[in-house]
């Protein structure tokens, strides 16, 4: 039997005597305290020392954790006091531009969101002029038929056509939309947010603010607009 052969027993029997009795090492600590472990970046360093930098490592994986889950409490907090501030402005506007350049300015100065729009369904002859864009249902339906009859937020990239429709055609460039129809028993028009980075709104993202915000809009504009579709 060759020495290769004696050698590899001879680490299989340690490994598994090691293995079957965890407190070898406690019980021996000369032992221990003269073992050897090579690091790639520390050099040769005891066990003990080698064992210490593994819990440092472990420790501070955990403070990484914790610190990530206070932001995103952090954040949740601040997004819920934004979003609650919003709904109050919006249920205090007094008429429909008013409410209207309400969604605006918080989506724009509270939120940072860079490019926004609200496409509401009606007869523009009807309306003051306002910041949102007007057109019938008919004409929207034509225009953007997978965003009419959604019956929850829509992201992720959109065709040249439908980001024009939306956001005009003097609009920033625009890679990335999350949409949302709004309605309430009919359909009131279209809530859209863009982003110039195409990943920024995602399939796969929560789309929980956009959706309560829609729900609220659907529930004033009722109050509003008379839309037959």
């Known amino acids: 039997m060759s020495n290769d052969n004696l050698t590899d027993i001879t680490l299989k029997q340690v490994r598994g005597y090691l293995r079957d009795h965890p407190t070898f090492l406690d019980e021996n600590p000369d032992i221990l305290e003269t073992m050897i472990v090579h690091h790639k970046t520390d050099g040769a360093v005891s066990l003990i020392e080698r064992q210490l930098s593994v819990l440092r490592d472990r420790n501070k994986e955990i403070g990484d954790q914790l610190d990530l889950l206070v932001e995103t409490a952090q954040n949740n907090e601040l997004m819920f006091e934004k979003t609650r501030q919003l709904v109050i402005n919006l249920l205090e506007a007094p008429d429909l531009p008013a409410l209207v350049e309400t969604l605006y300015e918080s989506l724009g100065v509270d939120f940072g969101i860079e490019s926004f729009s609200l496409t509401l369904f009606e007869n523009k002859k009807k309306l003051k002029k306002m910041m949102a864009k007007v057109t019938s249902f008919e004409d929207a339906k ?88």
């Open 142 to 229: 034509t225009q953007v038929p997978a965003l009419i009859d959604l019956d929850r937020s829509i992201c992720g990239p959109r065709q040249d056509s439908e980001v024009d429709f939306l956001f005009g055609e003097s609009h920033q460039p625009i890679k990335s939309v999350a949409a949302v129809t709004i309605r309430k028993e009919t359909t009131f028009g279209i809530l859209s947010l863009g982003n110039s980075d195409p990943e920024f709104y995602s399939s796969d993202m929560g789309t929980l603010f956009l959706d309560y915000v829609a729900d609220v809009l659907g529930r004033l504009l009722s109050q509003h607009l008379e839309v037959k579709s």
